[in-house]
């Protein structure tokens, strides 16, 4: 079992910063792909990053490229979200996730590609 545990929301005026992390434990975290999910409001979760194993892969959902990214430190079994130029359609609650096996692009930017996931951590951002 992996254990996932999301730091680092608040509230950030547009055009803002903010950096997320995600603990992991239960497994060796090097093993694992690791993603970025938000769910906004009265809204589906959504897929917004995700990272190999090794960190030398990464993946971005379109609405974020170029302003977020996402890196890992295996030594410190914890992945990031730098979040820049934030946008008030940015505000959501944002979930980390962790899959086993499956390294599939197209699988791991949907729900059903990560096997374990955190609580949540809300993000708000202001215009």
């Known amino acids: 079992q992996v254990q996932l545990v999301e730091s680092g929301g608040g509230l950030v005026q547009a055009g803002g910063s903010l950096g997320l992390s995600c603990a992991a434990s239960g497994r060796t975290f090097s093993t694992l792909i690791m993603g970025w999910f938000r769910q906004a409001p009265g809204k589906e979760r959504t897929f917004v990053a995700a990272i190999s194993r090794s960190g030398s892969i990464s993946y971005y959902a379109d609405s974020v490229k170029d302003r977020f990214t996402i890196s890992r430190d295996n030594a410190k079994n914890t992945v990031f979200l730098q979040m820049n130029n934030l946008k008030p359609e940015d505000t959501a609650v944002y979930y980390c996730?962790?899959?086993?096996?499956?390294?599939?692009?197209?699988?791991?930017?949907?729900?059903?590609?990560?096997?374990?996931w955190g609580q949540g951590t809300q993000v708000t951002v202001s215009s």
């Open positions: 996730a962790a899959e086993e096996d499956n390294s599939n692009r197209d699988r791991l930017q949907r729900l059903d590609g990560y096997d374990y």
